[in-house]
């Protein structure tokens, strides 16, 4: 039995290779709920997503977000509408009143659906409808995601990190904002003061959850500040990770981040924006996984390869430097 760790890109492009290393009937994998965001009234889960569409084997791996081919005539129209309407586009906000009031679905500002700033096929908008509607009825996040998967035909077990909204907002120069509004909206251009997971303190991990994180545990190539910090601040899973084997793997090369703004978050949080710097973030980690241009130096056993994942192939040859690592770490 193995347990990751996914957010972001990174571990989903991990994920697209494991199955030749890791028998998808023992995998479990715990979604980052942190940058769910209430956008048009629906529900939207994009780390969790993007694992339900890809083991489902439609995802869009240009963009690894939504589905592959899907057609976007209700957002299209969206912004038709708003521009012919003489709406301002968004990201528009709810009124104040509205924001946390009503369905335990979202910790942060709700999104109006008026020029919706996020791009949402229609396939995709109809997995956000069901899933907000079987919350409607009474269902959990995780009863929902169980749903969802079966739809999809998933092999593996998948869990989002808890039933409790959890958001990350990134407060920056300009103000806080939702990490959909900073990343998607904004492009990450707003100078990053300092992130924060609102709802953490009150958020719990499931017992799903809990019982995934007895078994060996993998933290893939996520950024450990937005994708990983949310798990990490719900209550119990830091004692969890420190008490069975964890192997993570780096998204970075010495100071070189792979991709998006991992490097620029990580420094807003006092890290060093390397691997050394999330060797020290990640203090529950046995071993790590490093490319083999990476000279970091670290106090834990290293496995090295290429872990420049850009196809399935390359996926299996870190998939496979992951279980050497869990070798080493058990």
């Known amino acids: 039995m193995v347990t990751f760790l996914s957010g972001g890109t990174g571990t989903p492009k991990l994920l697209s290779g494991a199955d030749a290393v890791f028998p998808p009937a023992e995998t479990t994998v715990v979604g980052n709920t942190g940058d769910d965001v209430e956008i048009g009234g629906h529900l939207v889960c994009p780390d969790v997503d993007t694992v339900l569409f890809l ?22 129209e969206l912004l038709d509408l708003a521009e ?51 919350i409607d009825e009474g269902a959990t996040l995780t009863e929902a995601t169980a ?63 809990l019982d995934a994180l007895a078994d060996p545990i993998v933290v893939g190539p996520s950024n450990p500040v937005t994708s990983v910090g949310p798990m990490l601040a719900l209550d119990g899973v830091a004692a969890a990770l ?29 890290h060093d924006p390397s691997t050394a710097g999330v060797a020290a973030a990640y203090d529950f980690a046995d071993a790590f996984v490093l490319d083999e241009a990476d000279g970091t130096d670290l106090d834990r056993p290293v496995v090295r390869t290429d872990t ?23």
């Open 84 to 134: 012919r309407a003489g709406l301002e586009g968004g990201p528009r906000y709810l009124p104040d009143r509205r924001q946390t009031a009503g369905r335990r679905i979202a910790r942060w500002r709700r999104f109006s659906g008026v020029a919706e700033f996020m791009h949402i096929g229609d396939r995709d908008r109809a997995v956000h409808v069901t899933r907000t509607s079987l």
């Open 308 to 330: 420049a994942i850009d196809d399935a192939e390359d996926a299996v040859r870190v998939a496979r430097a992951v279980r050497d690592a869990l070798e080493v770490a058990s």
């Open 55 to 76: 083991r489902g084997r439609v995802l869009d791996r240009e963009t690894w977000w939504g589905i592959e081919g899907d057609t976007a005539g209700t957002h299209e």
């Open 242 to 270: 420190a008490e069975t084997p964890v192997v993570a793997v780096s998204p970075f090369v010495e100071d070189r981040v792979f991709s998006g703004p991992a490097d620029h978050l990580m420094a807003a949080e006092g």
């Open 147 to 209: 749903r969802l998967a079966d739809a999809f035909g998933l092999t593996v077990d998948l869990l989002p990190m808890s039933d409790d909204p959890v958001a990350t907002i990134v407060h920056t120069d300009e103000g806080p904002m939702h990490f959909q509004e900073f990343w998607v909206a904004r492009g990450g251009d707003p100078a990053i003061e300092r992130v924060e997971f609102r709802g953490a303190d009150d958020a719990a991990p499931t017992a799903s959850v």
